[in-house]
């Protein structure tokens, strides 16, 4: 058993799939890496992540829609990347991030009775700016290309 990753690109009605290592120098920035195809263009991706046996994917354990912009020379717009990181990073739970009981660490100006839920709300527009849900006939579509197979 192994796990292995499917990326798939979604423009007009069209799904296809889309080389992980590609997509990985992409996003880290190689100026040598290009997509002309989709210069200027706003493109839903799917990331799935599948259990493999001898290769072949039998089961996918998660999965996550997003989209990425593609910048005017082909490449993945880092500003929109960067956005988006900042946007995820907001969206941590202030609890977690706690620091020291010491005096210059404490929220100034906080009752005890106010819950900070920004992160909530971080969430939320995280999800609304950057994320997607696939259609029925979307779904389908990832589905075939990854088992081969047509779903009723």
Known sequence: ???????????DNSVKRF?????????????????????????????VIVETENRRPIKIIHWECSYIRIDS?????????????????????PKLLELPDLPEFKEKNTAPNIINAAHVFAR??????????PTDT???????????????
């Open 124 to 133: 939320k527009k995280l999800h609304n700016k950057y994320r997607w849900i």
């Open 1 to 11: 058993m192994g796990i292995g990753i499917r990326l798939f690109f979604f423009d």
């Open 19 to 47: 080389s992980v290592a590609k997509f990985q120098r992409l996003w880290n920035g190689n100026v040598n890496e290009k997509i002309p195809q989709y210069a200027g263009k706003m493109i839903k991706y799917a990331m």
């Open 138 to 152: 979307e779904f389908s579509k990832i589905i075939q290309l990854i088992f081969g197979k047509q779903t009723p």
């Open 73 to 93: 020379k082909g490449r993945f717009d880092h500003n929109w990347i960067e956005e988006m990181r900042k946007n995820a990073m907001d969206c941590m739970d």
